[in-house]
Structures are given as structure tokens and as C-alpha cells.
């Protein structure tokens, strides 16, 4: 599959709800839904962002966005739990 297939493959995926993201075993899709139930750690290592794969890739710029990126994940992350939390008075 080139990058043009590839690309047009993942954005179909994204419109059908489902997220992609590559492994060492190939690409994989998931209905978002289900992705997001598990924890913050595990959808990021899932799509290699957790912080040790970013803090390995210092040797590409991009690392600082992608490190951010982590950084505000996990923001909104916590706060959707403390906000469910205190809706549903767990």
C-alpha cells in the first residue's frame, strides 16, 4: 500500500469512528469508543506517544510538539475524570 492508499485508508477509518495507528505488528484500527477506555498511558503507548517513546526520538524536532502534546492530553484527560467524578459523585 503507498501513502496515498494509506492516507485514504485512514482518513475512511476516521470516518467511520475509528482511529489508526501503527505497530511494529502493522497498522491496526479501532472504534474509538472502545480505544478510549482504557487509560491515559495505554492509548498513548498504543500509538507510541507515551513520554519514554517521545523522550527517545530526540533527534527529531518534532519530539517537543509531540511531548506537549502528551502534556495536554493528559490535562483534558483528568479533567473529563475529575468533571465525571463529580457528576456521577464517585
Known amino acids: ?3 496515498k492508499e494509506l492516507r485514504d485508508k485512514i482518513l475512511e477509518e476516521y470516518k467511520n469512528g475509528k ?3 501503527r505497530t511494529i505488528e502493522g497498522i491496526f484500527s479501532a472504534k474509538i ?3 478510549v477506555k482504557q487509560p491515559l498511558e495505554g492509548m498513548l503507548y498504543d500509538i ?4 519514554a517513546t517521545v523522550l527517545s526520538f530526540l533527534d527529531d524536532p518534532k519530539w ?4 506537549a502534546l502528551t ?5 483534558y484527560y483528568n479533567r473529563v475524570k475529575e468533571l465525571e467524578d463529580k457528576i ?3
Do not use: Q, S
Not at 48 to 51: A, L, Q, S, T
Not at 64 to 67: A, K, R
Not at 71 to 75: A, D
Open 88 to 90: 456521577w459523585k464517585r
Open 33 to 35: 469508543e472502545y480505544f
Open 48 to 51: 507510541n506517544r507515551d513520554r
Open 19 to 21: 482511529i489508526c495507528y
Open 71 to 75: 502534556v495536554l492530553l493528559e490535562h
Open 1 to 3: 500500500m503507498d501513502e
Open 64 to 67: 517537543t510538539n509531540d511531548f
